[in-house]
């Protein structure tokens, strides 16, 4: 009988059918992209021939997406084909969601608006502009960072002059957010990230792309309670085992909303306006983009289905964590663990029955994922450390040597080098968990830069509502 009986909630082993999917995937032929029928740079020349191509086809995009050659602009060209991925993912309940976004990209659920209201939210949002956090002085900073965006292929450019020309198209407007970092000094960075506010109300219609989405049609969000799984998680393995080491390690999908295109009737009702050498672009939005109330639904119906993979992988007998590894396993740092002076604190009783897994689980917040689990050998820490890594490679398109546009893998390779390795202190959404001590705490730079602030308001007597 298995040593784990008794405190293990055994999951069997998956059929070979689940591992002999995720081989073939992986050794699937990579699809070679074409150069796109658009120009990503933001250039008048550009623009103007980006409207021919439009002309061309009847303003229709979504026609010139389907019947181009496959490139970069195709829906789902971040990920591997449906055929290759259905073997996988067919029984997952997300499967029916997934497909339908990778064959058509995100189409969000709207109520419709006037074709009155449409146009005369249009001139509205001409007479505005973007929002003054992006005028001005911030000018040049907003079309820096929409120009990197062009040239990624995020994005197509027009020319402001091209927007009456295009069917059911709407404006939104960006701004720029001061978001605060905390360094390693303690000290508080600001940098600044692009917002899409397509909560901003149209002029003529009142109403605006978020206000119109029709909430019973999102499919149920997860991410948002990791910490309390995260936690009961930790707890439990503690109960269970409480002289044992806890390990946790995080992967982060790089850009992750670019990873995942918008279908052309939604792309035409996210578009942005940006100054570039005195001229007004239009960029139509061609892949998720920051303010869209509907875009975590969407993503997460991709990435859960991978994190849930890579849960597989971690309870799969027929996994061979020695020899079938993502590429990116070899950046993976060596495991950090606390010295044996440090007492393992004792764990609570719990309401309830936390289910165990002999080879720890995996958890999704947007872009991360945790890995966490009891380190019972090496085959676990081999398990903990590439289960996720290789759901995330067998899910995404190779990149090609002669890619039309620059792209990265979809692991953020800087980030597994600054936080792969399996750990007992980790950092997780920005709380420092130490599995030892069953402690949260702040780390030390925001503690330093928090308490600095604090201090501050204290001896000034008052403080501004931002600070």
């Known amino acids: 009988p298995s040593p784990f009986s008794k405190k293990w909630r055994r999951i069997p082993p998956a059929h070979s059918r689940l591992m002999n999917a995720v081989v073939q995937a992986i050794n699937s032929p990579a699809r070679i992209p074409a150069a796109p029928p658009f120009k990503f740079d933001l250039s008048e020349s550009a623009a103007r021939e980006n409207f021919k191509v439009l002309q061309a086809h009847n303003m229709d995009l979504d026609h010139i997406i389907r019947t181009s050659p496959f490139s970069p602009m195709s829906y789902g060209s971040e990920f591997k084909e449906v055929s290759v991925l259905e073997p996988i993912f067919n029984l997952h309940p997300n499967w029916a969601k997934m497909k339908v976004i990778l064959e058509n990209g995100s189409t969000f659920p709207l109520e419709d608006i006037s074709e009155q209201d449409r146009l005369g939210d249009i001139q509205g949002a001409i007479a505005k502009g973007n929002h003054k956090s992006a005028s001005n ?67 003529a ?62 792309a035409m009702q996210c578009i942005m306006q940006v100054v570039k050498d005195g001229l007004v672009f239009l960029l139509i939005a061609i892949r998720l983009t920051f303010g869209g109330k509907v875009c975590p639904h969407e993503w997460c119906a991709l990435a859960e289905p991978i994190c849930d993979l890579a849960n597989d992988l971690l309870e799969n007998e027929m996994w061979d964590p020695f020899v079938l590894q993502a590429p990116a396993f070899d950046m993976i740092p060596p495991t950090d663990i606390l010295p044996p002076s440090v007492p393992f604190a004792s764990a609570q009783e719990q309401v309830v029955n936390v289910p165990l897994h002999r080879y720890g689980k995996c958890d999704e917040f947007l872009d991360d994922i945790v890995t966490t689990g009891v380190d019972h050998d090496d085959e676990t820490r081999l398990r903990l450390m590439g289960a996720a890594p290789l759901a995330i490679f067998t899910v995404s398109r190779d990149t090609h040597a002669d890619e039309p546009i620059t792209r990265d893998d979809m692991i953020t390779k800087d980030k597994m080098l600054a936080e792969g390795a399996l750990a007992e202190i980790k950092i997780i959404l920005g709380w420092k968990y130490d599995t030892r001590r069953l402690l949260i705490s702040l780390p030390k730079h925001k503690h330093i830069a928090w308490s600095r602030q604090i201090q501050a308001a204290i001896k000034a007597r008052a403080t501004s509502f931002k600070e």
């Open 137 to 203: 002085e911030n000018e040049q900073i907003l079309t820096d960072k929409m120009d990197a965006e062009v040239s990624r292929g995020w994005t197509i450019p027009l020319l402001r002059s091209h927007i009456t020309k295009l069917p059911h198209a709407l404006i939104a407007p960006l701004g720029l957010t001061n978001q605060a970092t905390i360094n390693d000094k303690g000290e508080v960075v600001y940098k600044h990230r692009v917002t899409h506010d397509l909560s901003f109300k149209g002029a």
């Open 205 to 266: 219609s009142g109403t605006s792309v978020n206000s119109r989405v029709i909430d019973d049609d999102l499919p149920t969000l997860q991410y948002g309670h990791m910490h309390s799984r995260q936690i009961n998680y930790i707890v439990a393995c503690r109960r269970h085992f409480p002289k044992l080491r806890i390990l946790l390690r995080k992967d982060d999908f790089k850009s992750a909303y670019r990873r995942q295109h918008l279908n052309a009737s939604t």
